[in-house]
């Protein structure tokens, strides 16, 4: 594969999140970054280092849906956006989608003992929801599929830091486009999050988290 790191600055304490430019059939960002006018130059100074401007990117894949890797697809307005169904809920935040997210996290808070009085300022200071993207996806992918221009690069659904995590490996050559499934500097957090069938039952997320690493070890991987 023909592959450009773009490191983007973020918001969070875990520090800056990488993109990946890959060139194919089709030009594919891997991954958008935050939606802060940092992630943004950032972006525009790492397509512009490889040789290439914004409206060159013909598609968007996102690895997973957390607002570090899912912002800045609003900059691609021609380009494919792909990525797992549930992703599409929090480019759409409707207002159905927005509060069962927030019923489950008050449900879940009062389970483990929270008293009343915290559950609403917790809930409340998540905040960030201006940090995604505001563009739905324009196709899904999922396990088995084969990544659009980029032949012999398979979707695996890789769950556990989060619901809608997928990888990407090129089957030829065995690199893996990982998102934060595994980082080299930094533990990846398995997060306790709504379940992609949108019922009210709990994701097991260190379990899946698990899996996903020891699944991770049996594909082989080169390099992710």
């Not at 890959?22 to 790492?46: H, M, N, Q, R, S």
């Not at 012999?152 to 486009?177: D, N, W």
Request: proline share 7%; aromatic share 10%.
């Amino acid at each position: 594969m023909e592959v450009h790191k773009i490191v983007i600055p973020t918001p969070y304490a875990v520090g800056d999140v990488n993109a990946f430019l890959v060139k194919g059939d089709a030009l594919t960002l891997f991954d958008a970054g935050p939606k802060t006018e940092e992630a943004y130059e950032a972006i525009k100074w790492g397509l512009r280092s490889a040789g290439y401007d914004l409206k060159d990117v013909e598609q968007v894949v996102l690895t997973h849906h957390h607002p570090d890797h899912a912002g800045w697809i609003d900059a691609f307005p021609g380009a494919e956006l792909l990525g797992h169904e549930y992703v599409d809920y929090w480019m759409k935040k409707e207002p159905s989608f927005l509060q069962y997210h927030e019923q489950f996290f008050k449900k879940l808070l009062k389970e483990q003992g929270v008293p009343e009085k915290y559950v609403n300022r917790i809930l409340h200071v998540k905040g960030e929801i201006e940090l995604f993207g505001t563009i739905p996806l324009t196709g899904y992918l999922k396990e088995g599929d084969e990544v659009p221009g980029h032949p012999g690069m398979k979707v695996y659904e890789t769950p556990g830091h989060a619901q809608s995590h997928l990888i990407f490996v090129e089957e030829q050559t065995r690199e893996c486009i990982g998102g934060d499934l595994l980082l080299e500097r930094t533990s990846s957090n398995p997060l306790v999050e709504p379940p992609i069938d949108l019922s009210m039952e709990r994701p097991k997320s260190l379990l899946q988290y698990n899996d996903s690493l020891k699944r991770l070890k049996n594909l082989e991987i080169s390099k992710v």
